[in-house]
């Protein structure tokens, strides 16, 4: 019994001690889960993020800052900062020095903003793994202390204003680094060292200034992409290029390389993308061995002389573009697809293919019909004769075919009826006989057809008046063809007529109706509802705090006038308000909004919010102390007492200066970055449609930067590439008189060709110090810029029309080059003009001109002796000195040029 008792007794103590031990666990995990609950930023970590929050205006937040989605905090107590995720937040300032006091920090991502300011020293962050600035405004030399960060792997510095050399401290970061991208700076200097890295995989430092050799990449076996493109790399490809087994793509175009043959590219048997334009290479191109994955070739402006004339092997092929070299023989024979080929996990198939501008002879492959899906076809500009195969009508994707200026002969296949998707065909000038057919009536793509210059009998008076369509046919030797279509009787013409009339006057009332009820909506209905969610609204009692009550006026503008003000944070804007008279409406107001909240670049003014309180129409913009380079070209400097001026941009300041040479091309070098974003970047492309000089603000550096984007035009057809450049989109014709582009005029169709055009007109600005609307030269019967610079050339006189401040203290060769492409912008036929692209490589090349020019002038000056007696009397006998001023111009000056 006792026994009994006593076992029951054990039990039961047994029993309690697990109940109190459960007790204990649950207690336990409860205060955790409250400790944890409280867990907070470190006070020190805190005030960084507070200073960030002031300097560079961080998403503001409530309670526990890492409670928000843009930062990732550590699960301690305290917590600490671990990564900040700020991509294209709208970010200004300078990066203050504090943001070294977020240690435990492994990935900042500023990319994107409106950053400004240099590198701050970051030595202390020695957990940062990725460091993600591109796209921003930085300044200032390359930070040495980035290199010095044991743990970081990844480093995007791209589309900044850095300049200075790359550091030699990245040899350190032998083991860590595998991803470096500082595209589009103004990196000066040598190539960097990179046969250190070997566990480097991607490395981009194109549109840049750097010279010297062509980097060494013998050790970088994990190196999977290489771009060094728009640079000014000497000497010859280095062996280490061919003997890397995992390169994927090489970007090496517009570079100073030695004369000679493209590298061995059979050993490269992965690499999927070649692009080689404008490198200098010669000879043939060599054959692509055993590569099965190879998608794009492009070798364009080069002096090849021959090709491999059978392609067919390789059929991962999508882009090939040869165009632009000295290429003879007969078309190759490329590969020929039933259904797209499968590699990467991606459906590949030819897509794109140019090779005009060669000396192609003979015809056209009748195995070129099995490209199924090619897209883009361009042959202009070469010797290719006999007649159009119709096999080229099987081609049911193909959108553009250009076969102009060739020697075809014979009828338009009736094949390319069943080209359902053509948007371009251009047949200008060839020997094609026979009537136009009417098929192309039945083409519901295309937008543009060119027949100019052929041997055609007629063109079918409904195709000829088809509205919807750019057609051109000078040279034809009958207007119309005969459709033998009954005339109708009088009484039906008279029928026709009257229905006419009376659907014209009805269509007129709707539209009346239509138009006037739009205006109502514009006018009464914009509200904040209407803005896009990452623009900044701003109280009208914020914008009277920051401007002080509209006390100090700096501009006027189309839009209204522009007073100068302060954010809390001591940032400076410019305040544009809406006139009451103004032409702009919200239509302008709500463009520019919509747009500068979705793109942004360094070189275009950045849009700090808006505000929209009552009836007032606000915009604030970053403020441009240096005001408008239209100012500095066109205003002497002690007429800098005014306070307000006109200026387009509005943005305008007190302060201005004669511009040197190398200072005019640094301006409209970073302009010309700006529009290139807009054209090339901007998905859709974005046309300025108000390039002019006053346009173009500078900051306290002089960097430009355009402003006014009000009237900007986005191109939202498809196809918007090709759709641009040649076509254009149906608008009213806006812009300033002088800088307008005459076939946008004429034709109402704007393409960004209308906005290369007018930057034409800013180069021919800052050649000669004219005004883009001067109509009276000096001894000239010219009333444009563009023919006064064109009679200069004519009469090998360029000199007299250079502006005199500059001294002659420029390159000639340099300045040359601006010149030349001034002329090119200024073609009357849009289809003629470069690209933004183009003209920003050749600034670049006037720019190196112009720096290598100054270094040899000081090394000359270095050299002259004067002697005591010239030292007394003043008189330097330095007669033949590079400084020396040309009273005359030669006619065998050197500084002459054949117009174009």
């Keep these: 019994m006792s026994s009994s008792i006593e076992c029951r007794y054990s039990k039961v103590r047994w029993n309690s001690k697990l109940c109190h031990l459960s007790r204990m666990v649950f207690i336990c995990f ?46 301690t107590n305290p917590q600490h900062v671990l990564q900040l995720n700020l991509a294209g937040k709208n970010l200004t300032g300078a990066i203050p020095p504090d943001i070294s006091r977020l240690r435990g920090i492994s990935i900042i991502d500023f990319n994107n903003n409106q950053l400004n300011g240099s590198i701050p020293d970051i030595r202390n962050l020695t957990n940062l793994t990725k460091l993600w600035i591109g796209t921003n405004n930085l300044t200032g030399e390359i930070h040495e202390s980035i290199f010095h960060l044991g743990n970081l792997t990844e480093i995007d510095l791209r589309n900044n204003q850095l300049n200075g050399t790359i550091p030699k401290a990245l040899e350190n970061m032998t083991r860590t680094i595998t991803y470096i991208n500082v595209k589009s700076n103004l990196l000066v200097g040598s190539a960097p060292n990179i046969s250190a890295l070997v566990n480097l995989q991607q490395l981009d430092i194109s549109s840049n200034g750097l010279t010297g050799p062509f980097p060494d990449i013998t050790f970088n076996k994990q190196l999977i992409g290489l771009s060094l493109a728009n640079n000014f790399l000497r000497g010859p490809v280095p062996p280490s290029v061919i003997q890397n087994p995992k390169l994927n793509w090489i970007f090496m175009s517009n570079n100073s390389l030695d004369p000679g043959p493209l590298f061995d590219i059979t050993q490269l048997t992965g690499l999927r993308t070649l692009s080689a334009g404008r490198s200098r290479f010669q000879g043939a191109i060599p054959s692509l061995g055993n590569n099965t994955v190879l998608t794009e070739f492009t070798v364009p402006v080069n002096n090849f002389s021959s090709i491999p004339l059978d392609w067919r092997n390789v059929t991962s092929l999508t882009i090939l573009n040869v165009a632009s070299n000295i290429i003879t023989g007969n078309l190759p024979m490329l590969p020929e697809y039933s259904t797209q080929t499968s590699i990467f996990g991606l459906r590949l198939a030819l897509q794109k293919i140019d090779f005009s501008n060669n000396s192609f002879t003979g015809v056209i492959p009748k195995s070129w019909g099995g490209l199924s899906f090619l897209e883009e076809m361009n042959l202009a500009y070469n010797r290719l004769e006999g007649p159009i195969p119709p096999e080229i009508g099987r081609l049911n994707q193909l959108k553009t075919l250009n076969l102009s200026n060739n ?37 519901s793509s295309l937008h543009s057809l060119y027949l100019d210059n052929n041997s055609f009998s007629c063109i079918p008076k409904t195709l000829a008046m088809k509205q919807g369509i ?37 269509i007129l009332a709707l539209m009346f109706l239509i138009v006037r009820r739009k205006r109502k ?21 914020e914008i009277k705090t920051m401007t002080e009550n509209f006390k100090q006026p700096v501009g006027k503008g189309g839009f209204g006038s522009v007073y100068y003000g302060k954010l809390p944070n001591g940032k400076e804007v410019a305040v544009k308000v809406k006139a009451a008279d103004s032409k702009q409406g919200v239509k302008e107001f709500l463009n520019e909004v919509q747009l500068l909240s979705r793109v942004h670049h360094k070189n275009l003014v950045p849009l700090i919010g808006y505000c929209l309180d009552g009836q007032e129409q606000i915009l604030v913009y970053e403020y441009m102390s240096q005001g408008a380079l239209h100012d500095h070209l066109h205003h002497p400097p002690e007429s800098s007492s005014t306070s307000t001026r006109q200026g387009a941009g509005g943005f305008v300041s007190s302060r201005h200066c004669s511009l040197d040479w190398k200072t005019r091309l640094d301006i409209v070098l970073n302009a010309a970055r700006g529009l290139e974003y807009l054209h090339k970047d901007c998905k859709p492309p974005v046309i300025h449609r108000d390039v002019k000089s006053s346009n173009v603000l500078l900051t306290e550096k002089l960097q430009a930067k355009f402003g006014d984007l009000g009237i900007s035009k986005q191109a939202y057809e498809p196809d918007t590439d090709e759709t641009m450049n040649t076509t254009g989109i149906s608008t ?30 800013i180069l021919l600005e800052i050649i000669t110090g004219k005004r883009a609307q001067t109509q009276k030269f000096p001894d000239s019967e ?28 420029y390159s000639e060769e340099g300045m040359l080059m601006v010149v030349n492409v001034a002329m090119k912008c200024l073609l009357p036929n849009g289809v003629g003009r470069p690209d933004m692209g183009d003209i920003v490589y050749t600034l670049l090349q006037a720019l190196q001109r112009e720096k290598e020019s100054r270094t040899r002038t000081s090394e000359i000056l270095d050299e002259i002796t004067i002697p005591a007696s010239a030292q007394l009397t003043g008189q330097h006998n330095v007669e033949h000195s590079v400084l020396s001023p040309v009273s005359s111009v030669q006619p065998n000056s050197s500084l002459t040029m054949s117009p174009r």
């Design 470 to 506: 750019n057609i051109t046919f000078q040279g034809i030797r009958s207007a119309y063809c005969d459709n033998g279509q009954e005339s109708l009787s009088r009484g039906g013409i008279i029928g026709v007529a009257v229905g006419g009339f009376c659907a014209f006057i009805a």
């Design 732 to 761: 009213a014709v806006q812009g300033t008189w002088g800088y307008m582009d005459p076939e946008y005029f004429t034709r109402h169709k704007l393409t960004v060709k209308s906005d290369v055009f007018s930057f034409g007109v």
């Design 782 to 809: 010219a009333v444009t810029l563009k023919q006064w610079v064109e009679e200069a050339l004519e009469e090998n006189k360029l000199k007299s029309v250079i502006d005199p401040r500059l001294r002659d203290e």
């Design 521 to 541: 909506i514009c006018s009464h209905q914009l509200s904040k509802e209407d803005m896009p969610k990452s623009a900044k609204a701003f109280s009208i009692k």
């Design 30 to 75: 409860f205060l955790a889960q409250i400790l944890n609950a409280d867990a907070a930023l470190s006070a020190d970590e805190g005030n960084v993020l507070q200073i960030l929050q002031e300097t560079i205006l961080l998403p503001n937040w409530t309670g526990n800052p890492c409670d928000e989605a843009w930062i990732n905090c550590s699960s």
């Design 407 to 443: 020697q075809f002969s014979g009828r338009i296949p009736d094949d390319f009826r069943y080209l359902s998707k053509l948007q371009i065909l251009d047949l200008r000038n060839n020997q094609l006989t026979g009537p136009v057919p009417d098929l192309f009536n039945n083409l």
